[in-house]
């Protein structure tokens, strides 16, 4: 069975810093893309960022580029989503997708698995 768990989330003052994790279990991890998604309220979910089964490429949405880092560390079968200065308006729940076969890694039918999400709060 396969599980994906976020963890790291919280109420955090804006220009503050996070670090959200994901361990897998139950599939072979470096076979998958690994997606950092973010809901919310009245939103769709939408992708934050994204990271290569091996780790060498990565892409991130616009609204996060310079403040947002994914990483992962396939021994541990976890991937990494570091942010700072954060803004009220990354306010949403996170959630983090695997993906084994996708061109697209920013739609969100193109991921097979999905964590329960995180919530990351930013007070102003």
């Known amino acids: 069975q396969v599980q994906l768990v976020e963890s790291g989330g919280g109420l955090v003052q804006a220009g503050g810093n996070m670090t959200l994790s994901c361990a897998g279990s139950?599939?072979?991890?470096?076979?998958?893309?690994m997606g950092w998604f973010r809901q919310a309220p009245g939103k769709e979910r939408e992708l934050v960022a994204a990271i290569s089964s091996t780790g060498k490429s990565t892409t991130y949405a616009d609204s996060v580029k310079g403040r947002f880092t994914i990483s992962r560390d396939n021994a541990k079968n976890t991937v990494y989503l570091r942010v700072i200065n954060l803004k009220p308006e990354d306010t949403a729940v996170y959630y983090c997708?695997?993906?084994?076969?996708?061109?697209?890694?920013?739609?969100?039918?193109?991921?097979?698995?999905w964590g329960q999400g995180t919530q990351v709060t930013v007070s102003s």
């Open positions: 997708g695997a993906s084994k076969y996708t061109s697209n890694w920013s739609k969100v039918e193109a991921y097979d698995y």
């Open positions: 139950g599939l072979i991890f470096n076979w998958y893309v």
